[in-house]
């Protein structure tokens, strides 16, 4: 299984990007899914959650401006993120549980994709 993430760039404060994670091998089903961040000189932090059933979780500093979605159908997850400001300039990852066709689930890290937002 693999997960890829993509649709970072560089971006004007106040602008959108919308981040994609496409979950991609022998899978069975996406599980909980979850977005990080981790700016230059700091630690990896949680932006956002979304459950098997969509419901969604957000980090107090994206609440009201980002907004997580899924297509299980595509195995693909989304982070909608509006209102951007320079403080959300960081690396993004995706990170999910995924239960193969083999009936095990495990849990896996996607590749970065790089967000940034000039002021």
């Known amino acids: 299984v693999q997960l890829q993430a993509s649709g970072g760039g560089l971006v004007q404060a106040g602008g959108t990007l919308r981040l994609s994670c496409a979950a991609s091998?022998?899978?069975?089903?996406?599980?909980?899914i979850a977005w990080y961040r981790q700016a230059p000189g700091k630690q990896r932090e949680l932006v956002a959650t979304i459950s098997t059933g969509g419901n969604t979780n957000y980090a107090n500093s994206v609440a009201g401006r980002f907004t997580a979605s899924r297509d299980n159908a595509k195995n693909t997850v989304y982070l909608q993120m509006n209102s951007l400001k320079p403080e959300d300039t960081a690396e993004y990852y995706c990170?999910?549980?995924?239960?193969?066709?083999?009936?095990?689930?495990?849990?896996?890290w996607g590749k970065g994709t790089l967000v940034t937002v000039s002021s």
């Open positions: 990170n999910a549980f995924v239960t193969g066709r083999d009936g095990s689930t495990m849990n896996y």
């Open positions: 091998g022998s899978i069975f089903r996406l599980n909980n």
